[in-house]
């Protein structure tokens, strides 16, 4: 006896949390083998034998104790699952365009389920977003999956999902006016906390910037993410016009060019060295790294400086956080510098320039060193 | 011109992309009613087209009206090739014909095609103005309202119930039609589609007209079924109950009683309304000869004394007697005439109803039914249906000499269905005789003195069981006791019946669900040879069913069977039975004996031993049943009762050899009533197999229970989570040396396992209940076995669950305080509007995250909620509110169910009827079977949420699934199914909302009156 066809279809849509957990992430509900359902009986699960007509979804679900729980059978639990799964196969299409699930009439699924579909299934793994966070969302990106899943552990299945939501989330909002953030979120329906994160996504994805080499493996998800959103706000186009095209996607290439301006902080020498005496009297007794700090002070501000002065040429846009890392992270990094320590001092480092008379750029200097200010924080951490 | 139908097309979304170049469409709309066609603008290059048109206006006959559906096709606009079809959408207009019923429709309709599934929404809107045209002889039945719910609907009253109507047409196939050969399978779906709504809406008005005839204004408890006899044709057929109902005018008269329908009718008073509707004025007695004058079954009709057979072995009705009880009999006699001369009149005195008006089921006799198979033979003429009318008048009127075999002149509970192989058909009738009280059956004027002394007579609660058979001249053997409950009247000791349990039954404990599944092998054969060899196998299979039912009956505990559905199915090379039924303990009925098994060989030691350790197992499940279903009748000793059992207990045998070659399903059904304790032979290893089998039945999960009626006895606190559901199972027999032994445990395991799974799915529910649960079964090829569930998963309050006997006073303070809970755990649904005002905001987010149907903990759910939800206050920076937050889909429910817990429904909107055919020639890129019926399925719901809503409504109650023909063929990838549902289409408000509404009303009256005041001042 077995089984052709078996299928549970309620008025209200079921949705099992803990399926649509093994289902997005990309664990199978078919059986390994070809042997079919079995149904007579209950399927005894001791050992090999009851496992290896199990899918993996199945498998993982006697796991959890669900058996034990509910005194089912297996052979219900796989029938349960399937029909989970054809649900979600079917979901998928419309959780492509949230919205579309929200006006669809096939399946009736109340808000809060409808909220909890979507926002799950464009959560993402940490581990999965730090591989391709700046890369293209392209077609040779989307080749390396591969490789991604071997180092990750996570199922290629669900990379792929999780690689094809930020391409989509990417090309729907690509074009677009108004906040990065809102445009997600219309488009999208997720949360205030996971819309942010894909702008943060997108922008990477549109920026390229550099995240994966070795010296900047230390940082998050989330450190980017602090990152992004700053940018975001102070240093792309959006932030001087709000009606501007990719308005939050693009830096603002003016401002790029005027950063330019800012080398004479660390060309003229008598600027330099009014600087360092405004920062040092201003800290004197307060740092405990004070000394430290006098030795280093016109390497780090040279490299600050210069970080924005090369930011005209695409490849040292995409090398921001390894020149950032490099140049100011890990310097501070070796003098063992306490958190509190590097707050004071890019405080005082940004506010005396106000005293510098020769300086006319203000202006420009609080644009970058205040968004740099709140980055090079977040970075400086073990 | 009696009507003018005016259709607006306003806008299409989610369309699919029909230029691959442009991933856009072309979409325009053709309109079409009979055959007027119209056509919007093309809308170019959109998915979402905003067409808004101007009205389109169609003047039709109303006969037109209620025949034809609206034709609603959406296109593809092609300038170099023909114009692809997007899909459909047929709308049925009917509901807009009734005054009370829908004004207009308006809404989202899915586009439906038949090969694709559902391809975005459409927004009609569909308006009819009709002109009352009364002097013309007609032929339409505008204004007769259908219900198909099988007792008198919520917010009416009956008048009078008239009797039973049917009407059935036939036409041929298109499936089987010349054409289907060259045409597309899309064309030959539609043309399917197209037929069976017109056929249905004629056969609507047909039954229309009779009930016109009959003076009544509606038909209750209506039930159309497709037969489709392949290449002789295809029958639409339908029966109901004709009344005369009145509305219950004013909101004030709504009580907040569904959990307890029978309270609300009783507050109403049911006579001295001396013109309720003007259908109903005029004397009733001349209906006798309009009533048939239409029935094409005339040339069978007969009169009800005339001499039939059956007639002869039963006493003549008539007479009365006298003798049942001492106090009763004299009244019963009278009663009877009185009765029977209301009844006389009417051809066949049948009632589709499953629940009455309290009164109005005097005494229930036990089931009837009737089979007959029938050879096909091809429809020569669509206009003269006779010989299938033949058949069910034949059937009839032996369902009819049953009743009267019981001493009744009624049956209640009615139903008819077929099944269909090949050439070869089984009719089936069942129903429950019954005594009714004349009271309803005609006007009015004959009430006097005798209803009340009716009332008085008859003892709540047990009324019904005492039998109405004489005593003295029993149709067959039943073993009798003093009713349990008043000690004055007799009653069987096991009853039987197809109705619900009626609201004022006294029952101790819980009711379950009870199945008898059986399988029997037959030889393939040909036409008569195959009709003659079901013939045969009919009675045995009806014989062990019955026994079945009976011996699971016992095994519970139990001493009745409500809502019995016996169906039999047939296919090439077996007959497959499945009885279900609600088990429950009547207060009024005797103490079941439990089982005994007698041994063949008693000299073998170990065989002895075994045959204890059974008996034991047996012992052992009837005790834990009694305690698992609170089933603990209170002690009575023979004293008190008086008795009435002379003779010492026979032990009979049932010989499971013997065979009982009549086909009087009746005597069966009863006879086993007389075995105070039942005793299985165990002579073989097939009876040691049935020990087992009624032995490997488990109870369900603790948490959980089940029936199928709408009811569950001894639970009445129902909380409002309702969940409807459908649930298919095809499996395919192993071919090789089937016996049937293997087919019924095979069977037998696909049941168990389906309910298992049932309950596994709807854990999250527990404590809940599934009602309705309703099996269908068949055969759609060889070695494959289908089974199709629909019931509604309800959930109750365990706590209140535990005290089951309570006054009334107490229910009532109870309902008031779920109430309360109910709104507070369901504020996302439909109350919003009512929140405001809502009496308890503090605790309502609390309740509300524990009020979706998940396992978790409330407060850790609450957090994910709020993570989740997109629509979180203070997410957006400066953005108006998100296009989802308000616009979503509004909730419809559907339920199998008359009535919704813990709401009142407020407006019936019309009957729903729907037939759908889906077929795929990519079955595998579909994800096979199981995903292309889910797919329908859910697209199925779709449509009638769809339909629902664009009436106004917001919930389908008495939902029936009545056909789901599912048909395969995996080696050509294809395969097709057909799905017939229908359904009420109401509106409901839930009681917590009416009582916030009534108390804000008087609020808002007097408020314009106090500035009126102050301006004046």
Redesign the interface.
């Known amino acids: 006896m077995t089984s052709e066809l078996d299928i549970f279809v309620g008025n209200t849509t079921l949705i099992d949390e803990d399926v649509y957990r093994l289902w997005l992430d990309g664990y199978s509900g078919l059986w390994g083998t070809v042997c079919g359902c079995r149904f007579g009986g209950a399927v005894v699960l001791d050992g090999r034998a009851g496992r290896a007509r199990m899918s993996d979804a199945v498998a993982l679900r006697v796991r959890s104790g669900i058996l034990e729980q509910t005194g089912a059978t297996a052979a219900v639990l796989q029938s349960d699952t399937m029909d989970h799964y054809r649900t979600f196969q079917m979901l998928e299409r419309l959780l492509h365009a949230p919205p579309k699930l929200l006006h669809q009439l096939i399946f009736q699924i109340p808000p809060s389920r409808q909220a909890l579909l979507i926002e799950r299934y464009y959560a993402f793994d940490e581990a999965f977003v730090r591989e391709v966070l700046g890369k293209k969302l392209s077609k040779g990106t989307k080749k390396d999956l591969d490789d991604i899943s071997t180092k990750t552990g996570i199922t290629l299945k669900s990379c792929r999902r999780q690689f094809d939501n930020f391409k989509r989330v990417f090309k729907v909002v690509e074009e677009m006016r108004g906040s990065l953030v809102d445009n997600i979120q219309q488009h999208f329906l997720l949360s205030d906390r996971l819309a942010r994160d894909y702008a943060a996504i997108v922008f990477f994805a549109n920026n390229r910037f550099e995240t994966g080499k070795k010296k900047l493996q230390y940082l998050s998800f989330g450190d980017f993410a602090f990152c992004a959103e700053l940018m975001i706000q102070n240093w792309t186009l959006g932030a001087v016009d709000p009606q501007a095209d990719d308005m939050d996607m693009d830096l603002d290439k003016e401002f790029l060019q005027d950063l330019k301006e800012l080398k004479v902080l660390v060309a003229d020498k008598d600027l330099l060295d009014l600087h360092k005496s405004l920062v040092c009297t201003a800290l004197r007794g307060k740092l405990g790294v004070f000394s430290e700090m006098e030795a280093n002070f016109k390497n780090l501000s040279r490299g600050l400086v210069n970080v924005a002065a090369k930011l005209t040429h695409n490849k040292d846009v995409r090398d921001l956080f390894v020149d950032l890392v490099e140049k100011f992270v890990e310097p501070c990094r070796s003098d063992h510098w306490p958190l509190n320590d590097v707050r004071l001092f890019l405080n005082q480092y940004s506010a005396s320039v106000h005293s510098l008379d020769g300086f006319r750029h203000q202006a420009l200097w609080d644009r970058y060193m205040g968004t740099l200010r709140g980055c090079l924080l977040r970075l400086c951490h073990d | 011109m009696p009507g003018k139908l005016k259709v607006k097309i306003v806008a299409g ?2 369309l699919p992309v029909m230029d691959r170049a442009s991933d856009l469409t072309d979409a325009f709309v053709e309109v079409k009613f009979g055959n007027t066609t119209f056509k919007t603008d093309v809308y170019l290059k959109s998915l979402n087209p905003q067409w808004n048109s101007e009205w389109f206006k169609f003047e039709v006959d109303d006969e037109d009206l209620q025949d034809e559906p609206l034709q609603i096709t959406v296109l593809d606009h092609d300038t170099y090739s023909a114009n692809d079809a997007i899909g459909k959408v047929y709308i049925d207009i009917d509901p807009l014909l009734y005054s009370e019923a829908a004004t207009v429709i308006s809404g ?1 309709f ?1 586009i439906y095609d038949t090969i694709h599934g ?1 391809r975005g ?1 459409i927004n009609v809107v569909v308006k009819v103005d009709l002109f009352n045209d009364l002097n013309r002889f007609r032929q339409s039945s505008c204004g007769v309202k259908f219900f198909c719910t099988t007792s008198i609907p919520k917010c009416y009253r009956a008048v009078i119930i008239h009797g039973f109507v049917e009407e059935l047409v036939v036409n041929e196939d298109p499936e089987y039609q010349w054409i289907d050969r060259i045409r597309t399978p899309r064309a030959s779906n539609e043309a399917r589609q197209r037929l069976i709504s017109l056929m249905s809406g004629e056969l609507q008005r047909k039954i229309g007209l009779k009930v016109l005839e009959m003076r009544g204004n509606a038909v209750v408890g209506y039930l159309q079924c497709f037969d489709l006899e392949g290449e002789s044709g295809l029958v639409v057929r339908a029966i109901g109950t004709a009344c005369t109902l009145d509305k219950l005018s004013s909101p004030a008269a709504f009580l907040p009683a569904c959990n307890s329908p029978s309270k609300e009718m009783k507050e109403i008073p049911f006579n001295e309304d001396p013109n309720p509707n003007t259908h109903s004025s005029g004397p009733s007695t001349p209906l006798k000869n309009q009533t048939y004058s239409f029935s094409p079954s005339k040339s069978y009709s007969r009169q009800s004394s005339s001499s039939d057979t059956d007639l002869s072995l039963t006493p003549k009705t008539g007479m009365g007697s006298g003798s049942a009880g001492k106090e009763g009999g004299p009244f019963k006699a009278l009663l009877r005439q009185q009765t029977q001369s209301a009844l006389e009149q009417r051809e066949f005195p049948f009632f589709t109803l499953t629940a009455f008006p309290p009164g109005f089921l005097v005494h229930v006799g036990g089931v009837v039914s009737a089979r007959s198979v029938k050879l096909l033979d091809r429809i020569h003429n669509p206009d003269e249906p006779e010989t299938r009318d033949a058949w069910w008048a034949e059937i009839r009127q032996e369902i009819k000499s049953h009743a009267k075999a019981l001493g009744c002149h009624a049956v209640v509970g009615y139903s008819e269905s077929t099944s269909i192989c090949e050439e070869v058909c089984i009719l089936s009738a069942s129903g429950t005789a019954a005594v009714l009280n004349p009271r309803f059956l005609q006007d009015g004027t004959v009430e006097g003195c005798l209803e009340q002394r009716l009332e008085e007579n008859l003892p709540a609660g047990c009324g019904f069981c005492h039998i109405p058979y004489d005593e003295l001249n029993m149709p067959f053997p039943a073993h009798l006791t003093y009713c349990y409950n008043c000690r004055k009247q007799k009653v069987p000791d096991v009853l039987f019946t197809t109705i619900d349990l009626p609201m004022d039954a006294a029952v101790i404990g819980k009711g379950c669900l009870i199945q008898a599944r059986l399988c029997r092998l037959k030889k393939k054969a040909q036409a008569e040879a195959n009709a003659t060899a079901i013939s045969n196998l009919l009675p045995f299979m009806e014989y062990e069913v019955h026994t079945q039912l009976m011996n699971k009956l016992k095994l519970k505990g139990m001493n009745a069977l409500f809502g019995l559905r016996i169906q039999i199915s047939v296919g090439e090379n077996m007959l497959m039975g499945l009885a279900s039924a609600t088990g429950v303990y009547l207060a009024a009925l005797p103490t079941p004996g439990g089982i005994q098994i007698a041994g063949k060989t008693p000299n073998d030691g170990s065989y002895e031993q075994h045959i204890s350790h059974m008996q034991k197992k047996i012992n052992d499940t009837i005790a834990k049943n009694k305690e698992l279903y609170e089933i603990n009748p209170p002690e009575i000793s023979e004293e008190i009762i008086g008795s009435p059992i002379p003779e010492p207990r026979q032990r009979s045998r049932l010989l499971r050899s013997q065979s009982e070659s009549s086909d009087e399903v009746t005597e069966l059904d009863l006879s086993h009533g007389k075995k105070d304790a039942f005793v299985l032979e165990i002579d073989d290893t097939d009876a040691m197999e049935d020990v087992h089998s009624l032995l490997t039945d488990v109870p369900p ?1 603790s948490g959980f229970y089940s029936c199928n009626t709408e009811i569950m006895p001894g639970i009445n606190n129902w909380t409002s989570e309702i ?12 071919s090789l040396n089937l016996t049937n032994q293997a087919l019924n ?2 069977f037998n ?2 049941c168990e ?1 389906l309910l ?3 309950y ?2 709807l ?1 999250s529910m527990i404590p809940c209940c599934l009602c309705h649960v309703n099996f269908t079964v068949s055969l759609p090829e060889d070695e ?1 076995i ?1 089974v199709t569930v629909t019931a509604v998963a309800i959930t109750f309050d365990k706590n209140q669950a535990l005290q089951t006997t309570k006054t009334h006073a107490e229910k009532s303070l109870q309902r008031a305080s779920t109430d309360n809970e109910e709104l507070l755990q369901f504020p ?2 439909l109350c919003s509007d009512a929140l405001p005002s809502h009496p308890f905001p503090p605790a309502k987010e609390h309740l509300e995250s524990a009020s ?3 396992g ?1 903990p409330a407060a850790q759910r609450a957090v ?2 709020e ?6 206050e203070g ?3 400066n ?1 108006s509110s ?3 937050a308000n ?3 509004g ?4 339920t199998p169910l008359s009535f919704i817990p813990g709401a009142k429904i407020t407006k019936y909107l019309g009957i729903i009827n729907m037939f759908f055919i889906r077929e795929t020639t990519s079955l595998r890129e579909e ?1 096979g ?3 292309f ?3 329908f ?3 199925v ?2 449509m009638v ?2 339909h629902v809503a664009a009436l106004g409504g917001n919930a389908v109650v008495s939902y029936i699934m009545k056909q789901c023909v ?1 048909m ?1 063929n995996p080696n050509k990838n294809q395969a097709q199914c057909l799905i017939n549902v229908s359904g009420d289409a109401v509106v409901f408000v839930r009681e917590s909302e009416l009582e916030v509404v009534s108390t804000q009303q008087p609020a808002a009256n007097c408020q314009p009156s106090c500035t009126g005041g102050e301006v004046t001042t």
Not at chain 2, 723 to 734: A, E, G, H, Y
Not at chain 2, 867 to 872: C, D, I, L, N, T
């Open positions: 979304r989610h989202w899915p559902i929404e999960p969940q409807m559901f459908t649930s298919v199972r095809v499996i395919r027999l192993s445990k095979n395991d696909l396992n298992k799974s049932l596994f799915k854990r494959l289908q996302l649904e979706s149907n998940s978790i994910t909620v993570k989740a939800s997109p629509v979180g997410n957006f920076r953005r998100p296009p989802c616009s979503t889909v909730v419809v429910k559907m994800g079977v199981s995903g019926l889910h797919a399925i859910a697209e719901f779709a949420r769809a599912f395969e």
